[in-house]
């Protein structure tokens, strides 16, 4: 099991559609930007004493990698996989090789996709994460970030 003592940084993973934040569907998404998740992301990591870096890709190749580098450096994850969260079995497999290392990967979703179409009420990745936070906006990145942090010091 990995100890907060061997983590050196969280990297926050974005999937496709999230680089649109502001933009796309302010009423469900808020107005805040993808560069403003990233300050607070990294204040937050700042506040409990790890490096986090954010990032975000449109193209699965991109997120399937990051999943690879986390369990090579056994680097924590929070992911928003956004719509692959619905489909990709490709980042579902990914995503499993983090949490069968023991290393800690939260789901999160900025709007509660349960209470949206249906196609959103199914996630390929809840089975694998290590817990899942929706519907409570950037600050479920935050409640993410202590989830991390608290696994790894128990
Ligand atoms: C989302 C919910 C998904 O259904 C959607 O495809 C997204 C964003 C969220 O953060 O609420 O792109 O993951």
Request: proline content about 5%; glycine content about 8%; some cysteine.
């Amino acid at each position: 099991m990995l100890t907060r003592s061997q983590v050196e940084k969280i990297i926050v993973v974005n999937g496709p559609n999230l680089g649109r934040l502001g933009v796309r569907e302010p009423e469900i998404y808020g107005s805040a930007t993808l560069e403003d998740l990233r300050s607070a992301c990294v204040q937050w990591g700042q506040e409990l004493g790890v490096h986090v870096e954010v990032r975000q890709s449109d193209d699965e190749a991109d997120v399937i990698r990051w999943m690879h580098q986390a369990v090579d450096e056994k680097t924590p994850i929070v992911l928003n996989p956004a719509a692959f969260t619905h489909y990709s079995y490709g980042l579902a497999d990914a995503a499993a090789q983090v949490t069968d290392m023991h290393i800690p990967l939260i789901e999160v979703h900025i709007s509660n996709p349960s209470a949206r179409e249906s196609f959103r009420k199914h996630s390929v990745i809840s089975p694998i994460a290590t817990g899942t936070i929706t519907g409570m906006g950037f600050y479920g990145y935050k409640l993410a970030l202590e989830a991390i942090v608290h696994a790894l010091e128990a």
